[in-house]
Structure formats: structure tokens, C-alpha cells
């Protein structure tokens, strides 16, 4: 258990293609920056799971991405930034996952989501070598897949779509949020579905509920998700400005976790300080680069691309 969980000869690879990374952005322009793993606030996503610690017998927080600290470098006057960071989740642990990543996180400004898209799956291209990018809907997905418009469904209809494909005891019988009857549909035939439409597939344009902290238009969120051979890869967001939107949209994630019974999370004060003081319209990408050098390399498991995986941390 003392060795790596990686060759040396991977890790010489690894540090190869983020070579080629940090060139890419270096020669577009990009500031190269670093923030911090350990913060004073958390995510309120109720689909994130934050890990804490303790510094003076005060709580802090290991950071989920650092995407509300280079947003504050936005509206600080940063230009185009890029970071290569280390983050952490108290999430599932597998093939795929790994409670400590590494994340590629970039913003381009006067850019929108479906320009940085296309710019996106450049970038992957360039990395692993396939073929080009195939861009779908999120409503054109799920009406091809399981034959139900997503945007005009019932919490019934969709219940009959799960029980077609054997999935209706998985969730509580009284789920009444349509948008985890969604995600399972996404998780269990939507992504299996993905793999066999290309080697390099984009949904977006996602249901409003599901916008993160991405602008919404006529009800569809701003935002897209990056696929390979149907693993998620990569997504971007059209990034919301306004700091009245976003406070209500913390407030909503709050009031969501207390129903829950999740950890209530501190809403980031700094952030919206930020917001109020002006973001530059701008699009931003998150891509996990543990999982892009596993599929650069042919592995099939991203321990074998990671010097030191949980198990041997």
C-alpha cells in the first residue's frame, strides 16, 4: 500500500498533457491563478457534500470548487483566468470518484455558453484525440431516449417512464420534486443512451430548476454538460451577474437543505459583495482532469492516473 496507485511512467504522462493544458490557455491569453482550498464558506448546493475542518475551534470549509473565489478575481478585474486546483467532496467513492480531485476551471469573458462550448470540446479534442463534439438538447435527449418531453411532463408521466425501465422503487414513492425524477432518468438512461450517439457528446439548454448558478432564458438554464463515451466530463455555465438572483437562489438552496435534513451551510457573503460590485459577463467550465487523463491514457479507473488514490492517501 506504500506505492503509488499510478506508474511512474502515467505520471510522466500526466504531467505531460497538463503541460499542454497550461500552454493552451498561457497562449490564449489566460492568468493562471490559485485560491484557496480552505474557506470561511461552503456550497449550499443540496448536491454538493462539503468536508470541514477546524482551525481555533472555528469550522472552515474544504472547498468544492474554487468557483466563488475566481469569480470575485473576475469582478476584481482579472481578464480571462484559469486554475488547476485541488477540491473536495464527501461524495461517492468508485471507478469515477475520488473524495479529493483535481479540477480544470476556466472563464472567458464576453463569452457565452454556447461559444464556450464549442471552445470546450476543442480543447478535449485536442487532449484525447476523438472525434468532434456532438451537441443535443437536454429536451431533444430525453424526447429521442424515453420518449417524454421534460419540459412538459407530470410527476406521473415520468413515473410511468421509470416504471418502464424498472426504476420507480428507487425513489420514494411520494417524491413530489420532478426534478429528482429527472436525474434518475438522466443517470440510468440518459447517460447509456449518450454513449452510443459519439465518443464526445454535449447536452443544453437544462430545465430552469436545474440552473445552478447559471443565467436562465425562457425557462432553460443557461448551461450545458460534456460527455465521454457517456462519462461526465466537463460543464459550463453561462454565468448569472445579478446579486439579487443569486441571493435568492442561496436562500432557496437553505431552505431546501432544512428540509432535507443537510448540513445548513453559511450563504457566502463575499460572493455576492462581489456580485454587487459588478462580475463582467463572462461563461465558465469545470472539467475533471483526473477523469480526462484517465480517458487520455486508456485507463478505466482514475486511480491509475492518480499518484496516491483514497486508499492509499
Known amino acids: 500500500m506504500w506505492r503509488p496507485s499510478a506508474s511512474i511512467q502515467d505520471l510522466r504522462k500526466r504531467a505531460a498533457i497538463i503541460a499542454k493544458l497550461r500552454d493552451f490557455f498561457h497562449q490564449h491569453g489566460y492568468l493562471e491563478v490559485e485560491t484557496p482550498i480552505l474557506s470561511h464558506h461552503g456550497s449550499t448546493d443540496v448536491y454538493l457534500?462539503?468536508?470541514t475542518?477546524?482551525?481555533?475551534?472555528?469550522?472552515?470549509?474544504?472547498?468544492?470548487?474554487?468557483?466563488f473565489h475566481m469569480k470575485r478575481l473576475l469582478a476584481a478585474g482579472s481578464g480571462p483566468i484559469f486554475q488547476i486546483a485541488r477540491v473536495l467532496r464527501d461524495d461517492e467513492l468508485g471507478r469515477w470518484h475520488n473524495p479529493e480531485f483535481t479540477m480544470l476551471e476556466w472563464y472567458q469573458l464576453n463569452m457565452d455558453y454556447k461559444n464556450l462550448l464549442q471552445n470546450s470540446g476543442e480543447l478535449i479534442q485536442k487532449i484525447l484525440h476523438c472525434a468532434p463534439l456532438i451537441e443535443i438538447t437536454y429536451q431533444q435527449a430525453f424526447i429521442t431516449c424515453c420518449n417524454i418531453d421534460p419540459f412538459n411532463s407530470s410527476i406521473e408521466q415520468l413515473r410511468a417512464i421509470l416504471r418502464n425501465y424498472g426504476l420507480d422503487n428507487i425513489l420514494p414513492i411520494n417524491e413530489t420534486d420532478k426534478d429528482q425524477l429527472l436525474f434518475?432518468?438522466?443517470?440510468?438512461?440518459?447517460?447509456?443512451?449518450?454513449a452510443d450517439q459519439?465518443?464526445?457528446?454535449?447536452l443544453y439548454d437544462f430545465p430552469g430548476s436545474q440552473a445552478a448558478l447559471a443565467q436562465i432564458a425562457q425557462e432553460r438554464a443557461l448551461r450545458f454538460e460534456i460527455y465521454y463515451h457517456g462519462i461526465e466530463l466537463a460543464n459550463g455555465f453561462y454565468?448569472?451577474?445579478d446579486p439579487a438572483v443569486q441571493r435568492q437562489r442561496f436562500a432557496r438552496d437553505c431552505l431546501k437543505r432544512q428540509q432535507l435534513n443537510l448540513p445548513m451551510i453559511s450563504i457566502d457573503t463575499n460572493l455576492l459583495a462581489?456580485?454587487?460590485?459588478?462580475?463582467?459577463?463572462?461563461s465558465g467550465a469545470a472539467l475533471g482532469l483526473d477523469r480526462l487523463i484517465a480517458f487520455a491514457l486508456h485507463k478505466n479507473?482514475?486511480?491509475?492516473?492518480?499518484?496516491?488514490?483514497?486508499e492509499r492517501a
Open 49 to 51: 457534500s462539503n468536508m
Open 53 to 67: 475542518t477546524c482551525f481555533r475551534n472555528r469550522i472552515y470549509y474544504l472547498q468544492t470548487s474554487p468557483e
Open 184 to 194: 434518475l432518468l438522466m443517470t440510468h438512461t440518459i447517460e447509456p443512451w449518450l
Open 198 to 202: 459519439g465518443e464526445l457528446v454535449a
Open 239 to 241: 454565468e448569472l451577474t
Open 274 to 282: 462581489a456580485l454587487e460590485h459588478g462580475l463582467p459577463a463572462c
Open 301 to 310: 479507473n482514475i486511480t491509475q492516473v492518480i499518484s496516491f488514490d483514497w
